[in-house]
Every structure is written in C-alpha cells, then in structure tokens.
C-alpha cells in the first residue's frame, strides 16, 4: 500500500512537471527562443567541422576577381561557381545587361538560383578570405531561423509542444550536414520545407508585415529552385477544388509563385541527364539508406552481407508496415484531420524523391533531406494523433517508430 502511494504522489509529479512543460510553450515568442537556443546548438555542433576549401570538380582562381585582391584561400565546387559569379558575372541578356546587373538571374546547372546568387553576393563583399566562415555563421543562422519557423507553424496546427520536437526532429536527423550546412548552393532545401509544410498545414502569418516576406520568400525559393513547382500544384489545388474554404493569401500565393515559376521553367536549361527505367528502379533503391544505423549506410559503395542487406531493407519495410498502422489507428480518432495533413505531407515527400531523380538522372543524397523531413514529421503528427487515441495498444507502434527513428541517428550522413 506504501509503495502504491508513493508511486501515485511521483507518477503525479510527473504529469504535473510534464503539464508545466507543455504550458512553457504556450506562447510563440517562448517557443520562439526555446526552439532557437537548442536547434541554434545543434546546427553549430553539427556544422563545425565544415571544410575550409571546398573541393568539386571545377577549380577557379579569383586573381583578379576583386579589383587584383590575393586570395588565401581556394573554394572550388559549386560554392566556387557561386563566388566568382557573385563578382565576375557572364550575364547570357545580351543587349539586356542593364536590367540585372548583378546577374542574379543567370543559370546556375540550368537553373535559375536567385535566392543562392543574392546571398553569395552579399557574404562575397569581404573577399575570399574567412568567406566559408561567413557562410558556415550565415547557414547556422539560417537554419535555426527556419527551424524556428516550422515550430511555429506546426505548433500553431496542432499543439506548441509538438513545434518544438518537429524542429528538434528535422535538427537531429541524418542528412549530409558538412556540406548542406556550410555551402550557399544548398540554401533552398531547407526553405523548400519551410513552404511546403507551412503551405500542408496551411498556417500563415497573420500580420501584414509577415505575410509580405512570406511572399518575398515563396517568390525567392521558386526562382531558386524547381521544386517549388510540387507547391505551386498544392496550392493550386487547393484553390480549384476547396474554393470555399481557401485562405486570401493561398490565392496571392498562386500568382507570386506563378510568374517566378514561369520565368524559371522558361530559362531552363536541359543538362542532357537522361534514366533508364532500371537505373530508376536503381536509384530508388538508395532511398533505404536513410533510414539505416551507420554501420551500414557508410557501406552504400560496397557489397553487404546477406545481414546487412537485411537491416537495409528490413527496417524501411518495418517502418513503412508500422506507419500504416499508425495512419488506420489516427483516422478512428477525433484529430482524423491532423493524420490527413500527415498523409499529404507523406505524398508530397514521395512525389518529390521522384522528382528529383528523374530530373538529375541520379539520387543525390542531399535531395532525401526534404522527403526525409517530411516524412517524420508526418509520423510525429500521426503518433500524436494516436496517443491521443483509445486503442489499447496505441503505445506498441508509437514505441516501434521511435526506436527506429533513434537507431538511425548519427553525426554523419553519407555522400552519393
């Protein structure tokens, strides 16, 4: 009886201290800084090994990109392109040079990269000395500002709390942190999941200031890349065929999307990447490996063990099987709405893996990082969904993706 009672004073403790955590969130400028403080860690701690040269296949010399200013250090690849662009630009508008002087609308790849260009601008005012420095603070900053941003947004959809461990979650995941997080070209993968979980949950700024730098944003990343087009087709069926329900600023997004968006496809330049069926099928095949432990996804060049090849493939198929479960649980429950959303979000990462293979010719491992975070937050909306549920045995799946989420955690992330 004593030791009933002790557990029921600390097992009340405990609920009390979890409510008080949970109130800790109540407000957007607490979640706000609470998001910053850790997310802010996170992304320094991971970062901070970055190279100080950058290495690719094309190496510039920038002898007199600044008026015969000499560089202490080389940066190759495409942060290369990027810098000595930003100061010696090629612009392909001929007699229309005057209109974009800087040359922030020339082709980066094929593409149009104007977010990238503006950025790699600004950081290259003070030469190329400690320029990868600059960018390692500058994409620290910018991720735990867009960290921010998605604890925001899914905290206002569902519940603060849970803001915060979708930004912890997209934090800590696996993804090729050295590269992503210390190169400028790399700056529209995390905005583009920014906007499309903003654009799925569909919470907007409320404030007429916010909303014009959402605007100022969504034009920017869809001249930066063309993976806004999956947004655009969200919010354009959002509009034709829920016209009741659609917000005023779903309708201005359409338009400010849709002009950049032309003027992208328009400049498009094909680089000739053509996929087999098999190579397809091939490629998809890789997609497992964001889902492994280490052990094996730093073997993703070499042969496996028949083990290996079975974690590989065991764990993505278990998973799979258990969100399912998760999903047909979530839609008997009284949040049947949220578990929709994180359907959607699930089809949006899928549609966008394909995108992005067929249109590169190849799986590019920073490309799984989008899919990748949305993928799990749509699990951590589903469990939540879930736990809130009436099923006796709600725990059993939610415990299974946890595990699953923890084991294939690690500070590296492989490079295809």
């Avoid at 400690?130 to 735990?144: D, E, N, Q």
């Avoid at 700024?205 to 605007?215: D, G, I, K």
């Avoid at 498009?268 to 432990?293: D, M």
């Amino acid at each position: 009886m004593l030791l009933l009672r002790f557990l029921a004073l600390h097992g009340g403790t405990f609920f009390l201290r979890t409510a008080k955590v949970r109130r800790l969130f109540h407000h957007d400028a607490t979640l706000g800084i609470v998001t910053a403080l850790v997310t802010g860690i996170i992304f320094l701690l991971r970062g901070r090994n970055y190279e100080h040269k950058f290495c690719g296949d094309d190496r510039l010399l920038f002898d007199d990109a600044t008026r015969g200013r000499n560089y202490d250090l080389v940066i190759c690849g495409d942060n290369e392109l990027l810098f000595d662009h930003a100061i010696n630009r090629q612009s392909p508008f001929g007699r229309l040079h005057f209109i974009d002087p800087f040359g922030l609308f020339d082709l980066f790849n094929g593409y149009l990269a104007v977010f990238s260009r503006i950025v790699t601008k600004i950081l290259a005012i003070g030469g190329s000395e400690y320029f990868t420095l600059r960018v390692f603070w500058f994409m620290s900053f910018t991720w735990t500002v867009i960290a921010i941003c998605i604890a925001l947004v899914i905290g206002r959809f569902t519940r603060p709390y849970l803001g915060f461990l979708a930004a912890v979650t997209v934090a800590i995941m696996p993804f090729s942190n050295l590269v992503m997080m210390a190169q400028v070209n790399t700056l529209w993968m995390p905005a583009v999941l920014a906007i499309i979980i903003t654009v799925v949950t569909r919470q907007y700024p409320r404030s007429r200031l916010l909303q014009f730098f959402t605007y100022v944003i969504f034009a920017l990343v869809t001249l930066s890349t063309l993976t806004s087009v999956v947004v655009l087709g969200y919010l354009i069926w959002l509009v034709y065929i829920h016209a009741k329900t659609v917000q005023h600023i779903e309708r201005k997004l359409v338009w400010v999307m849709g002009g950049p968006l032309v003027l992208h496809v328009l400049s498009y330049q094909s680089r000739g990447h053509k996929i087999s069926p098999a190579r397809f099928l091939h490629e998809i095949l890789l997609v497992p490996y964001t889902f492994t432990p280490q052990f094996v996804r730093e073997k993703i060049l070499e042969p496996k063990t028949i083990v290996e090849n079975t974690i590989l493939y065991g764990i993505p198929i278990l998973l799979g099987v258990t969100v399912f479960i998760l999903v047909r649980l979530g839609n008997q429950s009284e949040l049947r709405a949220q578990v929709k959303t994180a359907e959607h979000l699930f089809m949006v990462a899928l549609l966008l893996i394909v995108m992005l293979i067929v249109g590169n010719g190849w799986l590019n491992s920073h490309y799984l990082f989008i899919s990748t975070g949305l993928f799990w937050i749509g699990v951590l909306l589903t469990c939540e969904a879930v736990g809130r549920g009436v099923s006796r045995f709600r725990m059993i799946p939610i415990s299974v993706v946890l595990v699953m989420f923890l084991v294939q955690l690690s500070g590296t992330y492989f490079v295809i």
